[in-house]
C-alpha cells in the first residue's frame, strides 16, 4: 500500500472478503515493517477550541523509516468526524514493536509484507 486510502481499500476489500459484516464499525492489527509519518497531540492547558487544523499543528511529528510496527485501526464508513477523520474511514495508532513509542498515524507506506488482524481471527 503506498499511502492510507490504498490502505484503507485494502481493509474494506479483505474484511469483505472474509466475510466481516462493515455495516459496524470494527478494529483491525497491522503488523509488519513499514515507514509511517506520526503525530502527537499535546494541547495547550486551557485550550477548549479544537480544530482538525489545531489537530494537526499540536505536539510532535515525525517519520519511521522501515520499522517493525503495529498498528491499531478502526474502520467505520458511518463515523467521518467522530471517531475516523473527516476524509477517511480509517482512524490508526502505530506502536513499535519494541513498545518504546506510540503515535498517531498520518500516513503509511508499505513496501513489504503485512499482517491484518481481523475480529474472529
Known amino acids: ?16 472478503q472474509r466475510g466481516l459484516q462493515r455495516d459496524a464499525p470494527f478494529p483491525f492489527l497491522l503488523r509488519g515493517a513499514i515507514t ?9 492547558e486551557g485550550d477548549t477550541v479544537h480544530t482538525h487544523a489545531k489537530h494537526r499543528a499540536s505536539g510532535l511529528h515525525g517519520r519511521l523509516e522501515q520499522q517493525a510496527v503495529e498498528i ?8 467521518h468526524g467522530i471517531f475516523t477523520h473527516r476524509d477517511s474511514n480509517m482512524h490508526l495508532h502505530v ?23 481481523l475480529p474472529g481471527e
Open 95 to 117: 506502536k513499535t514493536a519494541t513498545g518504546d513509542f506510540a503515535a498517531h498515524v498520518d500516513e503509511v507506506e508499505v513496501q513489504g509484507g503485512m499482517s491484518l488482524f
Open 1 to 16: 500500500f503506498e499511502n492510507l486510502k490504498a490502505l484503507e481499500s485494502g481493509i474494506a476489500q479483505t474484511a469483505k
Open 72 to 79: 491499531l485501526g478502526f474502520y467505520s464508513d458511518q463515523h
Open 36 to 44: 509511517v509519518a506520526w503525530h502527537v497531540v499535546d494541547w495547550a
